[in-house]
């Protein structure tokens, strides 16, 4: 089955900074990469995914790369705010398979 | 309305209870989900429902059963419950190769 490694676990940047957050999949047949956001005792939000047919994605402060021959893909979060501030996941997925999720990464940004 | 409910939010019980977790989704959604988050934050699936069918069963112990009336629904069921089961246990739904919408998880604790 699909196995997904996300690194780093906890990440400390300061407000403005860049943060990046690199996953790697094992499943090549894999074509559907979401990133999560769980802020503290919410549930995981949908920020951002990517499908296998393009190598990059938008959206204002947050980016999302895609590199199939290799494998990985990272969340790029430019001028951070304290609001970013949450764990970060995330997953891997094909057709109708489940979501298989990266062990998160606690992203702590401060003042 | 909300997307995927599921109740209830918080539950307390005692060693070897059977207890029952609820949810429900209106967004039309085939896939149903059950994820469990540990105290490290991890998020591992459970079972994935399709159209009412099992379609992944993680090693998860037998006690744990999940139970779908109808592609909306999707309910778990505990039997005699242990202190290793306390967990946030999150509901979600999703189509084919598209967001998954996550219920508001619940707090399950065994004392």
């Known amino acids: 089955g699909e196995n997904v490694e996300q690194h780093p676990s906890t990440l400390s940047v300061q407000e403005g900074d860049s943060a990046v957050i690199k996953c790697t999949y094992s499943?090549?047949?894999?074509?559907?990469f979401p990133w999560y956001k769980q802020e503290l005792g919410k549930r995981p939000q949908l920020i951002i995914d990517i499908r296998s047919n393009v190598g990059e994605k938008k959206d204002q402060r947050i980016a999302v790369t895609l590199n199939k021959t290799a494998k990985h893909f990272s969340l790029h979060i430019t001028e951070t705010q304290p609001e970013d501030s949450a764990v970060y996941f995330c997953?891997?997925?094909?057709?109708?398979?489940?979501?298989?999720f990266g062990k998160g990464t606690m992203l702590l940004v401060s003042p | 309305d909300t997307a995927v409910s599921q109740t209830p939010k918080y539950l307390v019980t005692q060693m070897g209870n059977d207890k029952s977790i609820k949810c429900e989704q209106n967004?039309?959604?085939?896939?149903m989900y059950w994820y469990k988050q540990d105290s490290k934050k991890f998020l591992k699936i459970m079972f994935s429902y399709n159209n009412k069918e099992l379609i992944i069963n993680e090693t998860v112990p037998n006690r744990f059963s999940p139970k779908s009336p109808d592609k909306a629904h999707l309910n778990l069921h505990i039997n005699s419950l242990e202190l290793g089961d306390s967990a946030v246990y999150f509901c979600?739904?999703?189509?084919?190769?598209?967001?998954?919408?996550f219920g508001q998880g619940t707090r399950l604790t065994v004392v």
């Open positions: 967004l039309g959604h085939d896939t």
């Open positions: 499943d090549s047949a894999s074509n559907y």
């Open positions: 979600a739904s999703s189509n084919s190769l598209s967001e998954a919408f």
């Open positions: 997953a891997a997925s094909k057709g109708y398979s489940t979501l298989t």
